[in-house]
């Protein structure tokens, strides 16, 4: 939130929403806490949508959707005013979905920072779209697009936890084509179970083209994602239902009963909505269909089809299940619903069982992308799935599914513009499954926030040498971590180890520094203080007698000022309080919300005792500094050197913040002085 919007919350009207009396246990007045940023024991629904916004979870269709509905009743008055919710009325309306509100709140979600990612997926988006190459489909002639049509791009994502974005043509049709080829096995899965459906389709990639006329050497397509395979499919979906209908009045026999069932799954895959279906494009498919008809006999003379197999009937059910029509925002969904085994992250209903995503997933990792498969396993390294009218729908287990639809196609059938996006994903963020063998990619991994991202970075090789842990900081040293990073306040982990007397630290780092010229003995600290400066100014001579005779050289000393206790800093999680320290310096107010919402005391401290407070005085974080007085910031709390977040804006001539702090001082003093 910025100065403004600060200021604008003090002049605003608001209307109070009055609820029925309803208990709030300590667990939701805290999350309640983190959304009142003027700790008056009310918060905004303004503030509740934002919220939601930045999380990807603010859309009408979502999970919250209706409780925005129940909260945001028309105003009386003519003009729209704010609403002001007590806590009572926010949770009467938001109970039904209060653990992932928590997990909204406390930036639990899986990807927390979702505003920051979907931004970057958007420019990845802009430099993919200039892509022209390719030609449409033409074998199929109702794919043979022309422009504008051909040009189209669209690109959806949904996580596991429902957070959605949509860029560029994301809400236009086009027909499944081969991405129904999973869908296909998976109800073929759920129908008859694994051991009945491999004995009819293999598990192996072919090595041929995707229409080749060849069985595997036990006379079987080679796997499900071929059109073989996803013609054996078909054959076996809805094979149960053909046993009830005699006993059906339903005027439209099985062979209807089966199509509705197979479109029913993709509505619940997609999360409720339903598909469409294209009459044009299925009588192409129909009327160019010579090389499937020719598989099915082949697979016929193979005997591979299950008993009673009409190949007339089968092949026309599978040309229906390709003609069926979605857009990318759907499948997004349904790429997601794979990612979070088969539960739909939309609606929560379980679609599919999780064994079923599995064996799925499994085989789009080898054999989803036509010929290109093997390359797209090595370059991206996730499951997916693509379909001649240009679509790509990409799973990454347990974070999110993807589709990218762009018609025109590369020599092997696949999206010229998917293809591509999903190499530039895979290049800037850590998706590619093998990315994480060490701990040390260098890619964003956007599952963490930025405030953790930097406290695992820096603060905990600073943490492991204030404690004289030297095995972790070996460990750390082999995951990417390093010896020079430093900081908020610049402060490394040779000041710590000087500071606190760890020989054995100091002795570690001397080593580093005489092999690797980038690890300085002298680095300088926010107030110009070097390791040397530390380790005297906490009586270890013997430790600043190592570091001059090793060539460091003493920097300023912060004179005047006495070793301090504690100082009112509450102790904490040593990581949590470098991530609160680390929003406080960089005036992250979302973080620090999402931080309080997890119980982590404002008044926490780290290594040197400085406090959210500190960094935020520093740095000139005027926002920060007037949230964490108003939410009860400790404004006399004192670091390693006793200074004050007071004597900090000083220093660095924040003025209005030494007001801000003069003044929660003043109501300090007279509330101790009340008690």
Same mark, same amino acid.
């Given at each position: 939130?910025?100065?403004?919007?600060?200021?604008?919350?003090?002049?605003?009207?608001?209307?109070?929403?009055?609820?029925?009396?309803?208990?709030?246990?300590?667990?939701?007045?805290?999350?309640?806490?983190?959304?009142?940023?003027?700790?008056?024991?009310?918060?905004?629904?303004?503030?509740?949508?934002?919220?939601?916004?930045?999380?990807?979870?603010?859309?009408?269709?979502?999970?919250?959707?209706?409780?925005?509905?129940?909260?945001?009743?028309?105003?009386?008055?003519?003009?729209?005013?704010?609403?002001?919710?007590?806590?009572?009325?926010?949770?009467?309306?938001?109970?039904?979905?209060?653990?992932?509100?928590?997990?909204?709140?406390?930036?639990?979600?899986?990807?927390?920072?979702?505003?920051?990612?979907?931004?970057?997926?958007?420019?990845?988006?802009?430099?993919?779209?200039?892509?022209?190459?390719?030609?449409?489909?033409?074998?199929?002639?109702?794919?043979?697009?022309?422009?504008?049509?051909?040009?189209?791009?669209?690109?959806?994502?949904?996580?596991?936890?429902?957070?959605?974005?949509?860029?560029?043509?994301?809400?236009?049709?086009?027909?499944?084509?081969?991405?129904?080829?999973?869908?296909?096995?998976?109800?073929?899965?759920?129908?008859?179970?694994?051991?009945?459906?491999?004995?009819?389709?293999?598990?192996?990639?072919?090595?041929?083209?995707?229409?080749?006329?060849?069985?595997?050497?036990?006379?079987?397509?080679?796997?499900?994602?071929?059109?073989?395979?996803?013609?054996?499919?078909?054959?076996?979906?809805?094979?149960?239902?053909?046993?009830?209908?005699?006993?059906?009045?339903?005027?439209?026999?099985?062979?209807?009963?089966?199509?509705?069932?197979?479109?029913?799954?993709?509505?619940?895959?997609?999360?409720?909505?339903?598909?469409?279906?294209?009459?044009?494009?299925?009588?192409?498919?129909?009327?160019?269909?010579?090389?499937?008809?020719?598989?099915?006999?082949?697979?016929?003379?193979?005997?591979?089809?299950?008993?009673?197999?009409?190949?007339?009937?089968?092949?026309?059910?599978?040309?229906?299940?390709?003609?069926?029509?979605?857009?990318?925002?759907?499948?997004?969904?349904?790429?997601?619903?794979?990612?979070?085994?088969?539960?739909?992250?939309?609606?929560?209903?379980?679609?599919?069982?999780?064994?079923?995503?599995?064996?799925?997933?499994?085989?789009?990792?080898?054999?989803?992308?036509?010929?290109?498969?093997?390359?797209?396993?090595?370059?991206?390294?996730?499951?997916?799935?693509?379909?001649?009218?240009?679509?790509?729908?990409?799973?990454?287990?347990?974070?999110?599914?993807?589709?990218?639809?762009?018609?025109?196609?590369?020599?092997?059938?696949?999206?010229?513009?998917?293809?591509?996006?999903?190499?530039?994903?895979?290049?800037?963020?850590?998706?590619?499954?093998?990315?994480?063998?060490?701990?040390?990619?260098?890619?964003?991994?956007?599952?963490?926030?930025?405030?953790?991202?930097?406290?695992?970075?820096?603060?905990?090789?600073?943490?492991?040498?204030?404690?004289?842990?030297?095995?972790?900081?070996?460990?750390?040293?082999?995951?990417?971590? %390093? /010896?020079?990073?430093? =900081?908020?306040?610049?402060? $490394? &982990?040779?000041?710590? @180890?000087? #500071?606190? *007397?760890?020989?054995?630290?100091?002795?570690?780092?001397?080593?580093?520094?005489?092999?690797?010229?980038?690890? %300085? /003995?002298?680095?300088? =600290?926010?107030?110009?203080? $070097? &390791?040397?400066?530390? @380790?005297? #100014?906490? *009586?270890?001579?013997?430790?600043?007698?190592?570091?001059?005779?090793?060539?460091?050289?003493?920097?300023?000393?912060?004179?005047?000022?006495?070793?301090?206790?504690?100082?009112?800093?509450?102790?904490?999680?040593?990581?949590?309080?470098?991530?609160?320290?680390?929003?406080?310096?960089?005036?992250?107010?979302?973080?620090?919300?999402?931080?309080?919402?997890?119980?982590?005391?404002?008044?926490?401290?780290?290594?040197?005792?400085?406090?959210?407070?500190?960094?935020?005085?520093?740095?000139?974080?005027?926002?920060?500094?007037?949230?964490?007085?108003?939410?009860?910031?400790?404004?006399?709390?004192?670091?390693?050197?006793?200074?004050?977040?007071?004597?900090?804006?000083?220093?660095?001539?924040?003025?209005?913040?030494?007001?801000?702090?003069?003044?929660?001082?003043?109501?300090?003093?007279?509330?101790?002085?009340?008690?």
């Amino acid at each position: 939130m910025t100065a403004v919007e600060t200021t604008q919350r003090s002049t605003r009207k608001s209307r109070r929403r009055p609820g029925k009396p309803s208990a709030v246990d300590a667990r939701e007045r805290r999350l309640f806490k983190s959304l009142d940023l003027d700790n008056d024991g009310l918060v905004h629904l303004s503030d509740v949508e934002a919220v939601l916004k930045e999380a990807g979870l603010a859309g009408p269709e979502g999970k919250f959707g209706e409780s925005l509905v129940e909260l945001n009743e028309p105003a009386a008055e003519p003009e729209p005013q704010d609403i002001s919710l007590s806590p009572e009325t926010f949770f009467q309306a938001t109970r039904r979905h209060i653990l992932l509100l928590e997990r909204v709140l406390q930036g639990r979600l899986v990807v927390p920072d979702f505003a920051e990612f979907s931004n970057r997926i958007g420019d990845l988006f802009d430099e993919v779209k200039e892509n022209r190459d390719g030609e449409t489909a033409d074998y199929i002639p109702q794919l043979d697009l022309a422009e504008p049509e051909a040009d189209r791009f669209g690109l959806a994502l949904c996580t596991i936890d429902g957070q959605q974005a949509a860029y560029g043509d994301s809400e236009t049709f086009f027909t499944v084509q081969s991405t129904c080829k999973p869908v296909q096995y998976c109800l073929a899965l759920e129908e008859h179970g694994a051991e009945v459906v491999h004995r009819h389709v293999g598990h192996e990639p072919s090595g041929a083209s995707f229409n080749e006329l060849a069985l595997s050497k036990t006379n079987l397509p080679h796997n499900p994602l071929i059109n073989a395979g996803a013609i054996m499919c078909s054959s076996l979906v809805g094979l149960t239902m053909r046993g009830a209908a005699a006993e059906s009045p339903d005027p439209r026999g099985w062979k209807g009963r089966r199509f509705d069932y197979v479109v029913d799954r993709w509505t619940a895959l997609a999360g409720g909505e339903r598909p469409r279906f294209s009459t044009p494009v299925y009588l192409s498919e129909r009327e160019t269909a010579d090389r499937n008809y020719a598989l099915a006999y082949f697979m016929r003379e193979s005997g591979a089809f299950p008993e009673g197999a009409d190949l007339e009937d089968v092949l026309e059910f599978y040309f229906q299940c390709c003609s069926v029509e979605l857009n990318a925002e759907m499948m997004s969904v349904v790429a997601a619903t794979l990612a979070n085994g088969g539960i739909c992250p939309l609606t929560g209903e379980r679609v599919l069982a999780t064994e079923t995503v599995q064996r799925c997933l499994s085989l789009m990792s080898t054999c989803g992308m036509y010929d290109y498969s093997g390359e797209f396993a090595f370059h991206v390294g996730l499951p997916a799935k693509s379909g001649v009218s240009g679509a790509i729908m990409v799973v990454i287990p347990n974070v999110m599914g993807f589709c990218t639809y762009s018609p025109r196609l590369d020599a092997l059938g696949n999206s010229v513009r998917g293809i591509e996006f999903c190499r530039r994903l895979v290049a800037a963020f850590n998706f590619h499954q093998f990315d994480n063998l060490t701990g040390a990619s260098a890619k964003a991994d956007p599952r963490i926030s930025r405030a953790e991202q930097q406290a695992r970075r820096v603060n905990e090789m600073i943490w492991a040498a204030s404690k004289g842990d030297l095995g972790a900081i070996q460990e750390l040293l082999l995951t990417g971590s %390093s /010896l020079v990073s430093a =900081d908020y306040d610049l402060r $490394t &982990p040779l000041h710590l @180890a000087a #500071a606190e *007397g760890r020989s054995e630290v100091v002795r570690f780092i001397i080593a580093h520094a005489s092999q690797d010229a980038t690890v %300085s /003995l002298s680095p300088r =600290d926010r107030w110009g203080g $070097t &390791p040397i400066n530390d @380790a005297r #100014a906490n *009586g270890h001579a013997d430790i600043a007698t190592m570091l001059k005779e090793a060539g460091a050289k003493a920097g300023r000393n912060r004179a005047g000022l006495a070793p301090a206790e504690t100082g009112g800093a509450e102790a904490g999680e040593a990581g949590k309080a470098a991530e609160l320290i680390w929003a406080a310096s960089t005036g992250d107010l979302t973080e620090i919300r999402r931080l309080i919402a997890q119980g982590v005391p404002l008044n926490t401290a780290d290594y040197d005792r400085r406090t959210p407070l500190h960094l935020a005085a520093a740095e000139g974080q005027a926002d920060v500094v007037a949230y964490l007085l108003r939410h009860g910031a400790d404004a006399d709390c004192r670091d390693r050197w006793s200074t004050t977040p007071l004597d900090e804006a000083r220093r660095n001539g924040h003025d209005g913040i030494a007001a801000l702090l003069e003044s929660g001082r003043e109501e300090d003093a007279a509330q101790k002085a009340a008690a």
